[in-house]
């Protein structure tokens, strides 16, 4: 079972990107998470992992092996 705490210390309206629309979705999702009506693999999508780079030059794929 996964196990998310949520905690908020930021006073909607005093954001300048407050918009009733995307407050209520945000309470929504928020809600979903809560009751664990999403599944993992839902709230994994926000993290995505990180992505190296990929060589350009000869040498750097070289030393890589891709070469």
Same mark, same amino acid.
């Given at each position: 079972m996964m196990v998310i705490k949520v905690s908020c210390s930021i006073h909607i309206s005093t954001c300048s990107f407050y918009k009733p629309a995307r407050l209520k979705t945000g309470q929504m999702? #928020?809600?979903e998470v809560v /009751? /664990?009506?999403k599944q993992k693999g839902h709230i994994m999508a926000y993290f995505k992992d990180t992505l190296e780079?990929?060589?350009k030059d000869f040498l750097s794929k070289f #030393?890589?092996?891709k070469e």
């Open positions: 999702e #928020l809600k /009751n /664990n009506w780079p990929r060589p #030393l890589q092996g």
